[in-house]
Structures are given as C-alpha cells and as structure tokens.
C-alpha cells in the first residue's frame, strides 16, 4: 500500500484551462457570453432548448479540439504507479482525464460526450451536433438533454463519492474554486474521516482554509512535480 493509502483527486475547470477550455471566470470564455441561468439550468432549457443545445454543441466542439496537458497526462502516472487505490472525482464535463489515460474517473456533473433522454433516463454517446427534436433510442420521445447536471440538479454517484472520501488516506483539489457545493464540501468531509487534504490551485480557493496544505499555481507545474514526488517516495 503506497504511503498515504488510496487518494482520491477532485478535480475542477482549472486543471483543463490550459487545454484551452475556459473556466467560469475566464474573460474571453463560453461562459461569459451565455447566460448561466439560460443554458445551466433546467428551466432555461424548458424556456430555450435550441440556445442550450448551441451552447453545449459548441462545448463539446471546443472539447473534441482540445488534448490533455501536463497535469491529467500527471495524474494518469500515478494512478498507473501507485501502491494504492487513486480516484479521480471531476467536475469537468471534457473527457481529457480520460484521453490522458486515467482509468478511474467518476464524472459527478456528467458529460459532455453523452445524451440522456429527459423523459426515460436513457443514456447514450452523444453526436457532435445535438438537438432537441432527436429521438430518444430507446422510448423515441423526443426530450433529449445533454447529460450534464445542471444548477438546481443533484450530482451524480454523490453516495458512492462519500464512501470513498471516509476511507481515502489523501484527499486532493486541483483547479477548483470551491464555489460549488457540494464539492467544495469534500475536503472538510474527507478530513473529518481522518484523511490528509492538499489543495493545487492557480490562487487560494473559498474553501482553502479547510486544507492541510496547499501549493499554488498553474496546475501543469505543480501536478506533475507533486505526482513525481509521491511516486518516488511510495
Ligand atoms: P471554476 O471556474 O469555478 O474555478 C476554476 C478554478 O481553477 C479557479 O479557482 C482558478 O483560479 C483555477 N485555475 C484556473 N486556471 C488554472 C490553472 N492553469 N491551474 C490551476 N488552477 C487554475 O471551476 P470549478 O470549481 O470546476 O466550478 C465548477 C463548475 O464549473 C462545474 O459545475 C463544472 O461543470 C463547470 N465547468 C467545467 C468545465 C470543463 O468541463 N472543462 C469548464 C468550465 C466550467
């Protein structure tokens, strides 16, 4: 068992910034020409489904056109190399952790490369261009979502997510802002069951006085020279 036990990682928009997909906060980015309560929310899309499917359409061109950098390429070399189970709990809807290598990657706000039909729950790989008049595969309605979870939406796999914080030895954020519950609950949750926290993160995040330590800047410096330490020191 790797010196730390299993480790599980959340990780947020910052650790994809520099693969070119833009944070909330970024000032040229998606988000800001959009309306977050018109393209994020279930009620924006019964208000507006085409607007929400451009939105989306565009994020995953965006994200088709993106490759993993540095850091998700990190932490796919730890997960390979470590004594010990390593989880990857991701805000992100890209698939870059996963184009990276990463094996173990639970996406509790969904993905951008997936469709879920709103009226049965079907699930299916998305195509590049979606729309709300696709039928659903499966029951034909046409009500299909991009199988995102949106504000006002429970996260997905949050119990399995919870059993896994009260058992990890090392508890990581990279690149988030601790703005989003319950998220940024997770640190306080993994500590309070005795795990060891450390936040990555381009500057201090809302929550960063829950964490042991902290390193801060761009996460393609600071992963993959943390990753290389555990490594040589498990
Ligand atoms: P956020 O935009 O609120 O915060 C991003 C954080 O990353 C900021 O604190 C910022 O300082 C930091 N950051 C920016 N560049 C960085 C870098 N190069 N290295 C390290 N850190 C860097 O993002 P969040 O906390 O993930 O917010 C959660 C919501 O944002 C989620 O609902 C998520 O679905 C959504 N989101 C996802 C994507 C994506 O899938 N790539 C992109 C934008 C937003």
């Known amino acids: 068992m790797g010196r730390f036990g299993d480790i599980v990682i959340l990780t947020g ?129 046409t009500a299909t979502r991009p199988d995102v979870v949106w504000f006002g939406e429970m996260p997905y796999l949050m119990e399995a997510i919870h059993q896994r914080l009260q058992t990890a030895g090392l508890f990581v954020a990279i690149g988030t802002s601790g703005n989003v519950y319950p998220a940024a609950d997770f640190v306080r949750n993994a500590a309070a069951c005795g795990a060891e926290t450390l936040e990555i993160n381009l500057e201090p995040s809302a929550v960063i006085s829950d964490f042991d330590t902290a390193r801060h800047g761009k996460a393609t410096d600071i992963v993959p020279a943390w990753v290389g330490e555990i490594l040589k020191t498990t």
């Not at 019964?46 to 056109?65: Q, T």
């Open 13 to 141: 928009a910052g650790i994809s910034a520099e693969s070119g997909l833009g944070t909330f906060r970024d000032r040229d980015g998606l988000w800001t020409k959009y309306d977050l309560n018109e393209v994020a929310t279930p009620e924006g899309f019964a208000r507006n489904p085409d607007l929400v499917h451009e939105f989306y359409n565009a994020r995953r061109a965006n994200c088709a056109a993106a490759a993993p950098n540095a850091a998700h390429e990190a932490l796919a070399r730890l997960e390979a190399g470590y004594q010990g189970k390593v989880l990857i709990v991701t805000q992100n809807v890209d698939d870059l952790h996963e184009r990276a290598g990463s094996r173990h990657v639970w996406h509790m706000h969904g993905q951008l490369n997936r469709a879920l039909c709103a009226a049965c729950g079907h699930r299916w790989d998305a195509p590049d261009r979606m729309r709300p008049r696709d039928p659903c595969p499966a029951c034909g309605t």
